[in-house]
């Protein structure tokens, strides 16, 4: 395949403090780019970042008819540069974009897409753990139209943006017990941009009170944990692991996935099953609940320091052994080309 590439004629790189890096506030030089025009893609080119142009009817801009993905790019301390699982993000776009009635972008043009990006990015990957170049790849309804019908035109892109670690700080989350993130038959499975947007406002009420992240249980009946915003969850009771089991509601996440092969290859006790919030609330209560994280590419893992359900409150005890940092260390090793990677996760760049 090949990528039409657009230099640009200078690197904003020295004008940006990779110390005070806020998430995905500052965008690297380049973007990729490729439209979807009378039944294919078109030649992908990769161009210097900047605003688009957009018909004000564009169908996404009405329906939203949108999905992205969220990954990293690494650097390892030889300067070598690597993607993690790329072909599962590449399979997550398309089952996301299959729900919203959109066309299925080729492998080619997304694993050689992001290479080529990144490799003309070099100088914005840093090494270290926690710094990465944050990877967005999207799509979009582009046709101008204002039936609430699929569009025959949608543009790819991704945009890349220099990260440190994300959620460093303390984190206390609400577990909701009215607001609801997803549905039986829904698009929750799916990274559509609307899912995110539909939770900005329980999020809203749950920052005033004070809690950074909600998690979401089942819309039917509340009774069971899905996950958070967009992160998955996962519970130490005693020295065992819980998670819920993915379902068409809960976006299965990568690094969801990574832990758990992890943890069964580690002799881990994990359980992947169905959890009520009954089970995490007694846990707690009788202080065997040890631990409670969640995980995502963004924050890899961000161990929860304390949970509200209903007018209750329960805080984490500190843990001399967390499973959470043993974890995030085996990851984050894989990611960063410091541990023998025997799954074939890492891809050179
Ligand atoms: C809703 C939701 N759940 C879970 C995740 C974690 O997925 P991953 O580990 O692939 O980043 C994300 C982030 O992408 C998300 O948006």
Known sequence: MSIEIQHTAKSKIDSVDFEKLGFGTIMSDYMFECDYKDGKWEKPVIKPYAPITMDPAARVLHYGQAVFEGMKAYKDDNGDLFLFRPEENWQRINNSSERLAMPAFPKEYFIDGLKELVKLETEWVKPGFGNALYLRPFVFATQPALSATPSTEYKFMVICSPVKSYFSGELKVAIQDKYSRSAAGGVGYAKAAGNYAAQFYPQKLAQAKGFQQIVFTDAASHTYIEEGGAMNVMFRIGNKIVTPQTSERILPGITRKSLIQLMEDN???????????????????????????????????????????????????????????????????????????????????
Do not use: H
């Open 267 to 349: 002799g881990f006790d994990i359980e992947v099953r169905d959890v009520k919030v009954s089970e995490i609330v007694e846990a707690a209560k009788k202080g065997e609940l040890k631990e409670f994280f969640c995980c995502g590419t963004a924050a890899v893992i961000s161990p929860v320091s304390g949970f509200a359900y209903k007018d209750e409150e329960f805080t984490l005890p500190k843990v001399d052994d967390s499973y959470a940092l043993k974890l995030k260390e085996m990851l984050l090793n894989i990611q960063y080309n410091k541990s023998e990677d025997k799954y074939g996760w890492r891809v050179k760049i």
